[in-house]
């Protein structure tokens, strides 16, 4: 087995990073009474019952004085009720519970599903380095994976980026050990995604290149690679093979090939695309033909994003961010503007994309007041939390315009998981301080980018340029 070739976390306080800055809230249940308990000791059927009914409804709260009754009845011996327990607690996203439970039953029940539920947990809950090890552990186990454990561990990879490329090799080198790779096309797209997402296409390509038997579903995930290297004429040129290889174009792949095209340089390739699918139907699809507004606004195009969204029976409110985006990207923030005034008029509500769009737009124009005004108008009249990305379009602006006090007085008020996760939002403040050679600031800054990201070079850069703009 490979697992004595596997690589090591060079720097463990790496890993505890990645889970820290990728460690997001799962959206909460809707509320819900929480279920009555057992007025007299039950037997263990009935507190079995009981846990699939708390998993069922996500009531960890529930579970757990279910849990505590189990124990004082000196019941958990039951390994159906600990395996009760592990998915209730799994469920619940209680995974220190879980995964004193899950030791416990790992000492007597080697099944591949337990073990994989386990580990997917912790790629859900962005644990990249726990994941890993407990990967690990299950091989040294002996227990043999299967193709849901390896999508659950490419995936991890795929989430902790390329951090994480030589795990993913490694996790390859099994697959082909094991001979997933080309009768598993699910565990092959898996494999693409994961190497594009650590940043290495030469792989992903060599992956695609192996699929015997290449489904909808493989050809898409190729143009996903490519879309996601900006890859446009390569993706167009892969559209056109599958539809060789009689495979029909449908709104997923559509959609897909659209956003490899999203960019200034391929308005050409975008156009080629359009027109297959305005053929083919496919625009009558409200994403479909949302994508189509991305593109072309992307690509420079706002006349062509105006009028694929004024064809729109009814566009939604991705549409309506879709050709506020547009016009703001070719300078017209007035038509910006006046655009998400309409929206509100057509009684489509706007979300926190919507006013990114808004915000980036008054950045780029110089509005600082108007961004204020917009970003007051989101959280107060429209209630909607400001995101990292909200946080960083504000930041620029306010840099931009040299308004580094108050710059300084937003990052002292943010809320301190979005400075943790979002290196983006120090780095945009660390760009201000250099632009108005504010050295003192600029060094603090740059200290928070680095603990961040001690191996991203950019905060060096932009201090080093810093020092050399003052002297």
């Known amino acids: 087995m490979l697992l004595s ?12 990073q990645l889970e820290h800055r990728h460690r997001q809230q799962l959206p909460p249940a809707p509320a819900a009474p929480p279920l009555p308990l057992p007025t007299r000791p039950a037997s263990a059927a009935e507190y079995g019952r009981l846990l699939q009914a708390c998993t069922a409804a996500r009531d ?14 000196r019941l958990e011996q039951h390994i159906h009720l600990r395996i009760n327990l592990l998915h209730m607690y799994l469920k619940c996203g209680c995974l220190g519970e879980a995964r004193e439970i899950f030791d416990k039953l790992s000492r007597r029940v080697t099944s591949v599903t337990m073990w994989t539920a386990m580990i997917a947990a912790y790629t859900r809950h962005h644990r990249p380095a726990a994941a890993l090890a407990l990967f690990r552990a299950m091989l040294l186990a002996g227990v043999r994976p299967n193709s849901i454990t390896f999508v659950d561990v490419l995936s991890m990879c795929s989430s902790a980026g390329a951090e994480f490329l030589a795990h993913g090799r ?25 190497y594009s997402r650590c940043g290495s296409l030469d792989e992903a390509r060599a992956v695609f290149s192996a699929i015997a038997a290449r ?4 050809w898409t995930a190729m143009m996903a690679v490519l879309a996601q290297h900006a890859r446009a004429e390569d993706a167009l040129r892969l559209c056109r093979a599958m539809l060789l290889d009689g495979q029909a174009l449908d709104e997923i792949t559509a959609i897909t090939v659209l956003s490899a095209c999203a960019d200034e340089s391929a308005l050409p390739y975008g156009a080629a695309i359009a027109a297959a699918v305005i053929q083919a139907g496919l625009d009558a699809d409200v994403r479909v033909a949302n994508a189509l507004v991305h593109m072309y606004g992307t690509c420079g195009s706002p006349a062509a994003a105006a009028a694929t969204f004024a064809a729109m029976a009814a566009p939604n409110v991705i549409s309506w961010t879709a050709i506020i985006s547009a016009w703001a990207r070719a300078g017209d923030v007035e038509r910006s503007f006046d655009l998400f005034r309409a929206m509100q008029q057509h009684g489509v509500e706007p979300d926190s994309v919507s006013f990114v769009s808004l915000l980036a737009a008054c ?6 007041a108007q961004a204020l005004d917009y ?19 504000l930041l620029d602006l306010l840099g931009r315009a040299g308004w580094l006090d108050a710059a300084e007085e937003m ?15 120090w780095r945009a403040y660390l760009g201000a301080c250099k632009t108005f050679g504010d050295r003192g600031r600029g060094q603090r800054a740059a200290g928070r980018l680095l603990d961040l990201r001690p191996g991203d070079p950019a905060g060096y850069v932009e201090l080093a340029s810093l020092y050399r703009k003052k002297s």
């Open 170 to 194: 490694w996790i390859h080198g099994l697959i082909r050990e094991l001979g997933f790779q080309e009768s598993n096309v699910i565990v092959a797209t898996a494999l693409l995604k994961m």
């Open 375 to 393: 970003f007051a108008a989101m959280t107060q009249d429209h209630g909607i939390a400001a995101t990292p990305e909200c946080h960083g379009c």
């Open 411 to 425: 990052i002292a008020t943010l809320p301190v998981e979005h400075l943790q996760s979002d290196a983006r939002l």
């Open 5 to 16: 070739s596997s690589p090591q976390l060079q720097n463990p306080e790496l890993g505890r």
């Open 363 to 368: 950045s780029h124009a110089g509005l600082t």
């Open 60 to 73: 960890g709260a529930t579970g757990k004085k279910i849990h505590r009754l189990i124990l004082h009845a």
């Open 215 to 218: 489904d909808k579903v493989a």
